[in-house]
């Protein structure tokens, strides 16, 4: 049991690297600036997701049971949708 041990241990420092900026690969360069923009974002705000792509979460907790709400847009399909 204890021999698998050790070799699962230096497996997983293995995967520690040091982190480095990122750098466009040899030969490449970044994006051009967006229009209307005059400084060329760099690549950490390039990965920087928008708000709108990632939204906060609301964390509402439930102290107890409620009914839904009818939903509007919960409509049976269309007649072209049925299949015979």
């Known amino acids: 049991m204890r021999a698998w041990v050790l070799p699962v ?7 520690c690297g040091a982190t480095a900026p990122l750098k466009p690969a040899v030969g490449q360069s ?11 974002p760099s690549a950490g705000t ?3 997701p928008p708000p709108q792509a990632a939204p906060e979460r609301s964390v509402e907790l439930r102290k107890r049971s409620e009914e839904r709400l009818q939903d509007p847009f919960d409509l049976p399909p269309s007649e072209d949708e049925k299949q015979p």
């Open 9 to 15: 241990l230096v497996l997983g420092l293995a995967g």
């Open 46 to 48: 390039l990965l920087k």
């Open 30 to 40: 970044l994006p051009v600036a967006p229009f209307g923009a005059e400084v060329k």
